[in-house]
């Protein structure tokens, strides 16, 4: 599992990780500063922070405000 997360949400993202992996599950967990910077990335640095991990889920308090473009 890979948790995606930007601004406040990313304290909300760490206790999840925390608590998935305490558990024994693999996570990580990706801070999105700027999903515009983000998504200019080299789409094979993109896919080493997600370690190829066929879950991917976006943590935001507001809108989906294109996360879907990161999660499928």
């Known amino acids: 599992v890979t948790l995606f997360a930007s601004g406040s949400e ?3 993202a760490y206790q999840a990780w925390e608590k998935l992996n305490a558990s ?3 996570t990580r967990l990706v801070s999105v500063p ?3 910077l983000f998504m200019q990335q080299d ?3 993109i896919q080493s922070l997600t370690g190829g ?3 991917k ?4 308090a507001g809108i989906r405000m ?3 473009q990161i999660i499928g």
Do not use: H, L, N, P
Not at 57 to 60: L, Q, R
């Open 10 to 12: 990313v304290e909300i």
């Open 24 to 26: 024994g599950k693999k």
């Open 34 to 36: 700027c999903m515009d």
């Open 43 to 45: 789409k094979k640095y």
């Open 53 to 55: 991990s066929s879950r």
């Open 57 to 60: 889920i976006a943590i935001e």
């Open 66 to 68: 294109g996360w879907d």
